[in-house]
């Protein structure tokens, strides 16, 4: 299974609210093995176990298929589907939005659903401590697939990819380079040397707009990254602060911060979401 697999011993931390998050001290996952020379890490092992989640809720909640006279499960997923079209449509356009609402129903859901799998028992708290020299390293078995920045990055690259894939096949490469660095004086307003001047000035101002969108992926990751970094380190000191409280109160500390993460996990999905729709409809609302 790997050499970094020859732990000294397993270590179980449960106490307090059942979870208590382990030090997120690295932006990447730590190893745990390999499969076919790939190696794996716990951010990894956690977002497969997790889709895995997803998939098999989303087709329970449907059942065997959508029905006339909607069950429980129908009728939420329905809902989800309802407040995505709602809210995004407007933004990006009728046509767009129907090519990209599965991207963005997946964008939604799954970093959702990552963002709150650090505050479940056990995740970032069971583990094992490595042997390494005189000295013990913690690793979690799972750790919340958001708070490695590799994940945020992977995240960010595809919705980068789709802007392209969108952009190019609603509003087109014409569009876009006119957008981006035609000039937009009206001729009639303006005089013929100063409308000409104005190519130069609005190309200078497209090639600031390459800039800005290429640190979306920055921008994007490291927003994600960030939010949920800081998170599981602000959870981790304050259950070392619950620590001095007699143990019927620890755990008063950390419950305010479990619902502020939760919280904070919603806004970060549908933000994350939001921008992602915000940049293709940016382009193709136009078109429209």
């Not at 995240?155 to 014409?174: D, E, M, R, T």
Request: hydrophobic content about 55%; aromatic content about 14%.
């Amino acid at each position: 299974m790997g050499k970094a697999l020859k732990f000294s011993a397993v270590l179980l931390y449960a106490q307090y609210l059942g979870a208590a998050p382990a030090e997120a001290a690295t932006a990447k996952g730590e190893y745990l093995f390999d499969i076919f020379g790939i190696p794996v890490t716990n951010s990894m092992l956690t977002t497969w176990i997790f889709t895995i989640v997803i998939i098999a809720l989303f087709r329970f909640m449907i059942g065997g298929g959508a029905k006339l006279v909607p069950s429980t499960g129908q009728l939420v997923v329905e809902k989800i589907v309802e407040f995505t079209r709602n809210t995004f449509e407007p933004i990006m356009g009728e046509k767009a939005f129907r090519g990209a609402f599965p991207l963005l129903l997946g964008f939604f859901c799954y970093i959702l659903i990552m963002n709150w799998s650090g505050l479940l028992p056990g995740v970032g708290s069971v583990g094992f401590d490595e042997a390494k020299g005189s000295s013990h390293e913690f690793v979690p078995l799972l750790r919340p697939a958001n708070t490695d920045l590799n994940t945020t990055l992977a995240l960010a690259i595809i919705s980068f990819c789709a802007w392209i894939y969108f952009v190019w096949k609603y509003a087109g490469p014409k569009h876009f380079l006119m957008d981006t660095f035609g000039n937009k004086a009206n001729p009639a307003e303006v005089a013929k040397p100063i409308y000409i001047a104005l190519f130069a000035v609005f190309f200078a101002v497209g090639c600031i707009d390459i800039i800005s969108i290429i640190m979306r992926l920055l921008s994007l990751s490291f927003r994600l990254f960030g939010n949920n970094f800081g998170g599981e380190v602000l959870l981790e000191n304050m259950h070392k602060m619950a620590l001095s409280l007699p143990r019927v109160f620890s755990w008063t500390i950390p419950l305010p911060f479990y619902l502020l993460e939760m919280l904070i996990g919603l806004i970060q999905a549908f933000l994350f979401t939001l921008l992602t729709a915000v940049y293709i409809g940016l382009l193709t609302k136009e078109q429209e």
